[in-house]
């Protein structure tokens, strides 16, 4: 089992402010995907990464693959109220979309207005 | 456009109980998958498909069983329900192209008594 560490595992901070959440592997993947999942609801999709040292944004969101593809980031600049929920990342070992995800345990982002 | 669709969305199970969780995609994705959710746990694979006509087991397979007749199909069935079946389970598709990602259901919470 690959195993996928995210940090931290909770984070509550004031509209306005960056962060940054963390997703290690001793593993390598050939693609790291980001999901966002609301109270409720299942996990949807944010971005995928695929080759080392790739930086992907998205509005407010910046992603980004580490050179020895085993580890990722997302950084938030200026969070607001309706980016709050569970940041999942999820690596795959294989060549297609339909290779299993390896799935973090989560990072519960709380923004307060 | 439907996406994943799972039913039902909640319910209470006696121990020792069986049921039939449904899950179906119109998106024509070959590739199926079920999840549980536990609080702090992240998400873990139960079973698989890569097509209708074949599974395959995930990481926590046991006390569960699927069935692939259809493209469109994948039910997940409790046999002889535990408490420590009791979770959220989702329900996911995705295509071949890697960087997809998944498409998830909304989720059924579960609840064994």
């Known amino acids: 089992t690959q195993l996928l560490e995210q940090s931290p595992q909770f984070l509550s901070i004031q509209e306005g402010e960056n962060l940054t959440v963390y997703c290690n592997s001793s593993s390598v993947f050939s693609s790291l995907q980001w999901y966002r999942q609301e109270p409720g609801e299942g996990p949807v999709l944010l971005v995928t990464v695929v080759t080392g040292g790739e930086v992907k944004k998205l509005k407010r969101l910046t992603f980004q693959f580490g050179d020895a593809r085993k580890d990722s980031s997302l950084h938030i600049t200026a969070a607001q109220p309706g980016d709050t929920g569970l940041y999942l990342c999820a690596g795959a070992r294989g060549e297609t979309s339909g290779s299993r995800l390896t799935f973090g345990e989560g990072t519960q982002l709380t923004v307060n207005p | 456009n439907a996406g994943v669709t799972q039913t039902p969305k909640f319910r209470i199970l006696k121990i020792g109980q069986s049921m039939t969780l449904q899950c179906t995609q119109d998106m024509n994705h070959n590739y199926m998958y079920w999840y549980r959710q536990d609080p702090g746990m992240g998400l873990k694979l139960i079973y698989y498909?890569?097509?209708?006509?074949?599974?395959d087991k995930g990481e926590v397979p046991n006390g569960y069983n699927v069935s692939r007749s259809t493209t469109e199909d994948f039910p997940l069935r409790l046999e002889l329900a535990a408490p420590s079946q009791t979770s959220v389970y989702f329900c996911?598709?995705?295509?071949?192209?890697?960087?997809?990602?998944?498409?998830f259901g909304s989720g059924t919470r579960l609840t064994v008594v």
């Open positions: 996911a598709s995705s295509h071949r192209v890697r960087g997809d990602g998944y498409t």
């Open positions: 498909s890569v097509g209708a006509g074949i599974t």
